[in-house]
C-alpha cells in the first residue's frame, strides 16, 4: 500500500498545479443557498466557475466546460427538464461530471429525477453518509436502504454504515464515490481511502459538502475521478483544520476557510494524513 499511496500523492500534486496553471471551468448546477460559497470555493482552488438552471444554458455549458456539477438541494419545476437533459448531454457526450443527491427522499421530483441519473452515470458522487445509502437503495444496488434516513441536508447514519453502497456506487458507475462525516471515505471500488481533518464549523456553515461537490469538478477537468475525489477531500480537510485554528466562530470562519483553500500548495494537500485500504 505504500507505493499506491505514492503514487496517489504524486497525483494530488500534478492535479492541483494542473488546475493553477489552466484555470479550468467546470459548471454548476446547484443549490440556490450555497451558489456565492460554491462559486467562490471554485475560484480559490484556481478553477472557473459558472451557474446555470435552464435547459438551453445547461446543454451550452455542458458542451463549453471541462465538467459540471450537478446539486439537487432546491429544486425548481423547471429542473425537472434540466436536470434530465444536461446529465444526459455530459453522458452523451463524455464529460466528466460530479452529483450531489442532497436530501434524497424528500419529494417526488427529487426522487425522479435521482432515480434517472442512474442511466447517465456521474463519474463522481458525493454526499453524507445517508444520502449514499438512500441513493444506492434507489439504484436497487447492494448495501442500499431506500429508507435511509436523511434530515434535510444532514446525515442519521456514520460514514462505515455506508462503506458497501460507496463502493457498489463506484463499481455501478466506473468512477467515484465520497462520503463525508468525521473521517471522510473516498473509494473507486477497489480502494479505500479515508481521510482526516476538517473542523467542527463545517456543520455550522451553509454550503460545505456543497462547495466541496463544486470543487471536485474542478480537479475533474484535470485528472480521474478517483483522484479528483480525492484531492477534493483533501483540501477540504487541509484548509479546514488550518481555518479553525485562526478563527473565533463561523463567520470568521467562512472567510479564513476560503483563504486555506487559495494558499494550499499540491504538497500540503498530498501531506494531510490518509490511509490506504483495499477493498
Not at 479564513?256 to 477493498?279: C, M, P, R, T
Request: charged content about 20%; glycine content about 12%; some cysteine.
Amino acid at each position: 500500500m505504500e507505493s499506491k499511496k505514492k503514487e496517489i500523492k504524486k497525483n494530488i500534486v500534478k492535479a492541483v498545479n494542473k488546475v493553477r496553471e489552466i484555470n479550468p471551468m467546470a459548471g454548476s448546477i446547484t443549490n440556490t443557498v450555497t451558489i456565492n460559497f460554491v462559486a467562490n470555493a471554485q475560484l480559490a482552488v484556481g478553477g472557473s466557475a459558472a451557474m446555470v438552471y435552464l435547459p438551453d444554458e445547461g446543454e451550452d455549458l455542458a458542451r463549453l466546460g471541462d465538467a459540471m456539477y450537478i446539486n439537487v438541494g432546491t429544486m425548481f419545476p423547471v429542473y425537472e427538464e434540466t436536470l434530465e437533459h444536461v446529465a444526459r448531454i455530459l453522458f452523451e457526450i463524455g464529460k466528466p461530471w460530479v452529483l450531489d443527491p442532497v436530501a434524497i427522499g424528500i419529494g417526488d421530483l427529487r426522487t425522479k429525477v435521482l432515480k434517472e441519473f442512474k442511466n447517465y452515470k456521474p463519474n463522481i458522487i458525493r454526499g453524507n453518509a445517508s444520502e449514499i445509502i438512500a441513493l444506492a437503495g434507489l439504484w436497487e444496488l447492494d448495501g442500499g436502504r431506500r429508507n435511509s434516513k436523511v434530515r434535510g441536508v444532514d446525515s442519521t447514519n456514520l460514514v462505515g454504515e455506508a462503506k458497501n453502497a460507496a463502493i457498489e456506487l463506484a463499481k455501478y458507475t466506473g468512477g467515484a464515490v465520497a462520503v463525508s462525516g468525521a473521517i471522510d471515505l473516498v473509494t473507486d471500488g477497489k480502494l479505500l481511502v479515508y481521510s482526516k481533518g476538517g473542523s467542527h464549523f463545517m456543520e455550522k456553515i451553509t454550503g460545505a459538502g456543497c462547495s466541496l461537490g463544486g470543487v471536485m469538478g474542478i480537479y475533474l477537468t484535470v485528472t480521474d475521478p478517483f483522484t479528483a475525489a480525492i484531492v477534493g477531500t483533501q483540501i477540504y480537510n487541509l484548509a479546514g483544520r488550518l481555518a479553525e485554528m485562526r478563527s473565533q466562530g463561523t463567520g470568521s470562519f467562512h472567510v479564513h476557510f476560503l483563504d486555506e483553500l487559495y494558499k494550499a500548495s499540491g504538497q500540503d494537500i498530498a501531506n494531510n494524513y490518509f490511509e490506504i485500504k483495499e477493498v
